[in-house]
Nanobody, 130 residues
Framework: QLQLVESGGGLVQPGGSLRLSCAAS????????IGWFRQAPGKEREGVSC????????VYADSVKGRFTISRNNAKMTMYLQMNNLKPEDTAVYFC???????????????????????WGQGTQVTVSS
């Protein structure tokens, strides 16, 4: 059974850092596009960052560019989101997701829309507050 489990969330002061992890099991991660999403109270889930199977493509939301870094270790079946210089507006539940890429772009694809993803973790809370 395919499963994604996030960890690493918590309470941090503005300007601080957190590293989220997403452990995958039940499938081979190598050929999946991976995305990180977040959902704040009363708001829709939004794409934060994504990375292609080959790691050759990474995309970031404008709001996190220069502060967040996405990465993956297929051998360890784990994906990461390093978050630096956190701001109160980054407060949300963060989700990792995996998607089967289009057959025409298996290695290069990643998406920033929720409908593109097939598998989701349960989420981890990130709270940025002083």
């Amino acid at each position: 059974q395919l499963q994604l489990v996030e960890s690493g969330g918590g309470l941090v002061q503005p300007g601080g850092s957190l590293r989220l992890s997403c452990a995958a099991s039940g499938f081979t991660l190598d050929y999946y596009g991976i995305g990180w999403f977040r959902q704040a109270p009363g708001k829709e889930r939004e794409g934060v960052s994504c990375i292609s199977a080959s790691e050759g493509t990474t995309v970031y939301a404008d709001s996190v560019k220069g502060r967040f870094t996405i990465s993956r270790n297929n051998a360890k079946m784990t994906m990461y989101l390093q978050m630096n210089n956190l701001k109160p507006e980054d407060t949300a539940v963060y989700f990792c997701a995996a998607a089967i890429p289009p057959i025409t772009s298996v290695q290069a694809w990643c998406g920033m829309s929720t409908y593109e993803y097939d598998y989701w973790g349960q989420g981890t809370q990130v709270t940025v507050s002083s």
